[in-house]
T-cell receptor, first 115, second 109 residues
Framework: DAGITQSPRHKVTETGTPVTLRCHQT?????MYWYRQDPGHGLRLIHY???????DKGEVSDGYSVSRSKTEDFLLTLESATSSQTSVYFC??????????????FGQGTRLTVV | GQNIDQPTEMTATEGAIVQINCTYQ??????LFWYQQHAGEAPTFLSY??LDGLEEKGRFSSFLSRSKGYSYLLLKELQMKDSASYLC??????????WGAGTKLIIKP
């Protein structure tokens, strides 16, 4: 199994509070991704990173920010949590580069509830 | 826009064969993945197709037709543990994964 862990696994937070989710990998893969998964929508990309301090937005990035100060860690921050951000969040890693596709390996997910 | 379509839910009988279809319209194509996701768990890799044709891997096979924008996942000799969601994902021209909403497969004894 790919070495990728997410923390926390479950979190309940109040509307308006900041929340940070952590993704840690031991595979030294270049690409890291944050997705959210909601019923009927499949996996939607929030942000991704293609190297230390190199990040870019995905299709649903509003209200989220990310940071990658080390190869192994990718943090997702909800600046001011809203109920619409209640979801399951998955981190994924991939050795993909600009010229090839490769499978993504997923963390176990974080179930976030905003009340 | 980019779009991937899969049936929302399918039901099949233990021991039978089921085919899960995926059609796509994306900006470019650099391959198609199938993932399996059990309830409450992370998606796990099943197959990757980049050329037309059938790729067989044990009880699972995946087919691709690039000209038709079509793929299917074929599961043979169904087992109860195959009850899961099956996700189709296309790699677009920017090497980004575009995901379908997934097909929930229910296996009945």
């Amino acid at each position: 199994d790919a070495g990728i862990t997410q923390s926390p696994r479950h979190k309940v937070t109040e509307t308006g509070t900041p929340v940070t989710l952590r993704c840690h990998q031991t595979e030294n893969h270049r690409y890291m991704y944050w997705y959210r998964q909601d019923p009927g929508h499949g996996l939607r990309l929030i942000h991704y990173s293609y190297g230390v301090k190199d990040t870019d937005k995905g299709e649903v990035s509003d209200g989220y920010s990310v940071s990658r100060s080390k190869t192994e860690d990718f943090l997702l921050t909800l600046e001011s949590a809203t109920s619409s951000q209640t979801s399951v969040y998955f981190c994924a890693i991939s050795p993909v580069n600009r010229d090839s596709a490769a499978e993504a390996f997923f963390g176990q997910g974080t179930r976030l509830t905003v009340v | 826009g980019q779009n991937i379509d899969q049936p929302t839910e399918m039901t099949a009988t233990e021991g039978a064969i089921v085919q899960i279809n995926c059609t796509y319209q994306t900006s470019g194509f650099n391959g198609l993945f199938w993932y399996q996701q059990h309830a409450g768990e992370a998606p796990t890799f099943l197959s990757y197709n980049v050329l037309d044709g059938l790729e067989e891997k044990g009880r699972f096979s995946s087919f691709l037709s690039r000209s038709k924008g079509y793929s299917y996942l074929l599961l043979k000799e169904l087992q109860m543990k195959d009850s899961a969601s099956y996700l189709c994902a296309v790699v677009d021209s920017n090497y980004q994964l575009i995901w379908g909403a997934g097909t929930k497969l229910i296996i009945k004894p």
